[in-house]
């Protein structure tokens, strides 16, 4: 069974700081993994997926890097801003069915 | 392109009731998966249809079930609420094909009291 973990469950940082978050899986037979961000009672937006075939994603201010062999996965954000606090959760596919497995998130808040 | 749309966006009901939600997926999109957000237990696969057949389904009791219309919407039913069913319902719409990214909707907020 599938199952994903992210380190650290919150981070608190300034302004303008880069940071990385981290997300692992236990089985590395995955077809892709996705990043995505969620704000206090909204739901998921999707910043990054990754297939099973690539290294890393980037967009923007984000890069997502991709050891399957490892089962590791992070998010790198580059000069964080206010608007970037969320949680932000990981999700694998694998297995036969279509269906995400999610971490249990991030929860990252940026002070002015 | 208008994105993934749920309705109601929140709801209150009473232990015993039974509730539908109801999901608008992505123009062209023909799967639409459903999961439950709790504090708890987090994120976790409900069940996903594509054209209008179950394709899979979580580990939840039969009192959770869905189905999905010819135009791809599709609606999920909870009977015989319980108090632990309080959560933020979550839809996803994707093309379909095997592992597209999967685009979510703001969520349906249920509360059991």
């Known amino acids: 069974k599938q199952e994903v973990t992210q380190i650290p469950a919150a981070l608190s940082v300034p302004e303008g700081e880069n940071l990385v978050l981290n997300c692992s899986f236990t089985?590395?037979?995955?077809?892709?993994l996705q990043w995505f961000r969620q704000d206090p009672g909204k739901g998921l937006t999707s910043l990054l997926l990754?297939?099973?075939?690539?290294r890393e994603q980037t967009s923007g201010r984000l890069n997502a890097s991709l050891d399957k062999s490892s089962g590791r996965s992070t998010l790198y954000i580059a000069a964080s801003q206010p608007g970037d606090s969320a949680t932000y959760l990981c999700a694998v596919q694998s297995g036969s069915a279509r269906q995400l497995t999610f971490g249990s998130g991030t929860q990252l808040t940026v002070l002015p | 392109k208008a994105g993934v749309t749920q309705t109601p966006r929140y709801l209150i009901k009473t232990r015993g009731q039974q509730v539908t939600l109801s999901c608008s997926p992505i123009s062209g999109h023909r799967s639409v998966s459903w999961y439950q957000q709790t504090p708890g237990q987090g994120l976790q696969f409900l069940f996903e249809y594509f054209s209008e057949t179950q394709r899979n389904k979580g580990n939840f009791p039969g009192r959770f079930s869905g189905r999905q219309f010819s135009n791809s919407r599709s609606e999920m039913n909870v009977s015989t609420l319980e108090l632990g069913d309080s959560a933020l319902y979550l839809c996803?719409?994707?093309?379909?094909?095997?592992?597209?990214?999967?685009?979510f909707g703001n969520g349906t907020r249920l509360t059991v009291t």
């Open positions: 990754i297939q099973s075939s690539q």
């Open positions: 996803a719409s994707s093309p379909g094909q095997d592992y597209s990214p999967l685009h």
């Open positions: 089985d590395s037979a995955i077809y892709n």
